[in-house]
């Protein structure tokens, strides 16, 4: 639509509100922008109850499994002594803050880190000392062990924790719950609430604003016949009203808990019309990780291979326990046989899955540690030993990143090599939570974004560290920078294709404030490190990161929450460099062009599917010729892929310059529509189903860039949802930010997505 329609749209729209608006507007809840509250530290039985119990028992009597790395003992750690045991405090600080360490053997991930954003430094020490002490100074008895916590008075309900949608499920006594809905617990005046963890890793109930945080709490199934992997939650613990909870590690994981003098929200559906398959075939195939795929029996995951010559696809289920990020290379077997193959972490869970390229053959998992996020080969460089590819897996659960041996894992059921990390050196501990993961030219660095530390980091692959007690190990974190951001998700770099090259710019998206940082990262020997720069305005915020929406333009920018940022290859002649990225809650994708140094120079935003999650790189055919790249887009809360032809934005940019662009390049200038149902469709229009254009939430999204949609596979039958609390931009006079309660597809629930045959530097 352009500018003139759509502003006639907003006045018709505005016009409809009507006195219904004033309603709406006074019903919803007010954006919380005060600081975080720092809550008081945990009761050490309550901590222990949801983070240590689940492989130590809930006495402290260990002798089980970690369910974390499935054949490692977790030992006793109550023993109620009354002698200073300082030695013995020490080795429990040392494990709580680096997780186990065994002479010859380095690091495991039996035992997961904790940073102090999880387990503060006093809550640490009030830990161990009731672990280690008899009362009166500790809480355990000798042979007895630790007492469960104290269940709160008044009526308990349970939330439940699940590895599918719909993420947290209460039991149903919620009398008050008008809608009967068990993602929204409503509680009467004396309720509280029991949190049980069934799904397999870690998982939090953590309120917006940070004042309440169970903290991470561990899979309750491990002991079944122990009342472990739980958290009470009493009124007081709660933020008044009606609230988003979230879980701190897996963000799309919602649920609104609704305290006693508030009452929940009617629900809204909102989906982009997905437009035709692009009218260009590209090259290659187009891997796409289902992760929410329902498989009927058996955990959710499934991946979808894309033909981008003919967009033809074949569909291979059953694949893991929420398969997050994958990527493809060559992997060696103990026989010597090399096979192309595609490795999946699965962020539900603790394990990764193969799956042979060829023959799309599903080879099995293997357990990698908690919360596998990011997988990635190192481009240019073999493994020693094999030859192969040289893979890496962040745990953002365990606090390590591991390296694979994809086919020699499997077989041997665990990893061979130890993780990376150390227990000293430069900076101490790595920096908590590692999420994406992107290499640098050379295969021998790359960085991290940590999402809850809030930082970056720049490790080597090869660096050797040491320390004073004699541990040791290969591969290091060697710096970390600050991002004056929050929730950095995902890291991506300005790749070069030159192997020499020492100095790169290197990117992190951060989904907490909207904002791209921009570092640049030294990998001179010696003279490591990761420094963030400033972008200045009119392009960078106030923090000097890339400002992803800007309310002073007409029409408004606005990008919300950040998933993936990701550069085109460098080998592309069709085209420059962009950075694309994917805006989780506000239908559209932000195209940066980028200079010849990595920095911005232009930032366009373009309509996109509800849920905009990962993005890769594949061959296009370019009408110009040479050699250009589509951008393909995951969307969670849609069952399609988006295509965008950075060699179109390119040739528009130049007609651009010359005012010569169509109007549906300009902002706003997108056509593309949108279906609203239930409570803002009735708020904006007076009926219970609306189709709208994509301006509406995106209101300066430009058209023609956006070459097509790709169907992904959904299971018959499913019509799974899943909830979600969202800031959402309603570009109407009186509307504006809006907060809705929203009941989103999850049928295919795509996130991550690589491009085959890899593109530079890989190749
Ligand atoms: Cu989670």
């Known amino acids: 639509m352009n500018p003139s329609e759509r502003n006639l749209f907003r006045a018709t729209v505005a016009a409809t509100i009507g006195t219904l608006a004033l309603a709406f507007i006074s019903a919803q809840p007010k954006i919380d922008n005060s600081p ?49 045991q300082p030695l013995l405090e020490q080795r429990y600080r040392f494990a709580v803050r680096n997780g186990p360490y065994r002479h010859g053997d380095g690091f495991t991930n039996a035992m997961p880190a904790f940073g102090r954003e999880v387990i503060s430094d006093s809550e640490l020490e009030a830990l161990v000392r009731w672990l280690i002490y008899a009362p009166p100074i500790g809480g355990a008895v000798p042979s007895e062990g630790v007492p469960p916590p104290q269940r709160p008075n008044g009526r308990e309900i349970v939330v439940s924790i699940l ?19 068990p993602r929204r617990v409503v509680l009467s005046p004396g309720d509280y609430i029991k949190v049980v963890n069934r799904g397999k890793t870690w998982h939090t109930v953590t309120s917006a604003n940070g004042f309440t945080d169970t903290g ?30 979230y879980c701190k590690l897996h963000p799309y994981m919602q649920l609104e808990i609704v305290t006693p003098e508030a009452d929940p929200m009617p629900l809204t559906r909102a989906s982009k019309v997905p437009l035709g398959l692009p009218p260009r075939g590209g090259m290659g195939e187009v891997w796409v990780g289902l992760q929410t ?108 990143v591991q390296e694979a041996l994809p086919l020699m894992d499997l077989v041997s059921g665990m990893p061979n090599l130890p993780p990376i990390s150390q227990a000293s050196g ?43 007690q004699g541990r040791a190990g290969v591969g290091m974190e060697l710096a970390q920078a600050s991002t004056g951001g929050r929730t950095p998700l995902a890291a991506s770099v300005f790749n070069s294709g030159k192997r020499g090259d020492r100095r790169y710019t290197v990117y992190t998206n951060n989904a907490g404030t909207d904002d791209i940082s921009v570092y640049r990262v030294d990998t001179t020997p010696g003279f490591e490190s990761i420094v963030r720069v400033n972008v200045p305005p009119p392009l960078g915020n106030a923090a000097g990161n890339i400002a992803l929406s800007d309310p002073m333009m007409e029409p408004m920018r606005w990008a919300h929450m950040p998933i993936q940022c990701a550069v085109s290859p460098p080998d592309a002649s069709a085209h420059g460099r962009y950075m694309v990225v994917c805006n989780k809650a506000s239908f559209n994708v932000t195209i940066i062009a980028l200079g010849d140094n990595g920095m911005p120079e232009a930032i366009y935003t373009f309509p996109c599917g509800l849920g905009s999650h990962g993005v890769s790189f594949g061959r296009s055919n370019p009408v110009t010729g040479g050699k250009g790249y589509y951008a393909y887009v995951t969307n969670t809360f849609e069952n399609y892929i988006s295509v965008y032809d950075l060699e179109l934005l390119e040739r528009l940019r130049k007609l651009e310059r010359r005012g010569m662009a169509p109007a549906e390049f300009l902002p706003g200038g997108a056509q593309e529509r949108a279906m609203v149902r239930g409570h803002a469709a009735m708020m904006l229009t007076g009926e219970m189903e609306a189709e709208v254009p994509i301006t509406l939430f995106s209101p300066d999204a430009r058209g023609l860039v956006h070459v097509g949609d790709i169907p992904l596979a959904v299971a018959p039958g499913d019509a799974r949802t899943s909830y979600l609390k969202e800031h959402v931009m309603i570009d109407v006079p009186g509307f ?21 045959p890899l593109p530079s530097p890989w190749r």
């Open 36 to 84: 975080k509250i720092a809550s008081e530290d945990r009761d050490p039985a309550l901590l222990y109850s949801a983070s240590c119990s689940t492989c130590h028992g809930a006495r402290g009597g260990g002798g089980y499994f970690s369910w974390a790395i499935p054949y490692r003992w977790a030992p006793e750690i109550a023993h109620g002594y009354s002698t200073p």
């Open 163 to 181: 590895d599918e949608a719909p993420w947290f499920m209460d039991d149903g006594t919620d009398v008050r719950d008008p809608f009967n809905d």
């Open 426 to 468: 430069l900076l101490g501990q790595p920096a908590f939570s590692p999420h994406g993961i992107w290499f640098l030219d050379n295969g021998r660095y790359f960085i991290t974004a940590n999402t809850l530390a809030n930082t970056a980091s720049l490790y080597s692959t090869d660096k050797a560290w040491s320390d004073e």
């Open 216 to 245: 991470f709490i561990g899979y309750s199934a491990n002991i079944p016949w122990e009342e472990v992997g739980y958290y009470y939650l009493t009124i007081p613990d709660l933020v008044p009203g009606a609230q988003k909870y």
């Open 293 to 400: 795929y329902d498989n009927g029996a058996g955990p959710n995951g499934a991946i979808q291979i894309i033909n981008a010559a003919d967009w033809s696809s074949t569909l291979i289920p059953g694949v893991g326990n929420n398969p997050h990020n994958g990527w493809g290379g060559t992997a060696v077997d103990w026989y010597g046989n090399r096979r192309r193959v595609s490795v999946w972490a699965n962020w539900h869970d603790i394990t990764a899955s193969v799956i042979d390229i060829d023959t799309k053959e599903h080879l099995g998992d293997f357990p990698v540690g908690a919360a596998s996020a990011h997988v990635m080969t190192a481009p240019g460089v073999v493994d020693p030993i094999t030859g192969a590819d040289r893979w890496f897996i962040t745990l953002m659960g365990s606090n390590k």
């Open 736 to 756: 504006h930010h809006t907060v809705l309660d929203l009941d989103l597809k999850t049928q295919s629930g795509a996130m991550g997505v690589f491009c085959w």
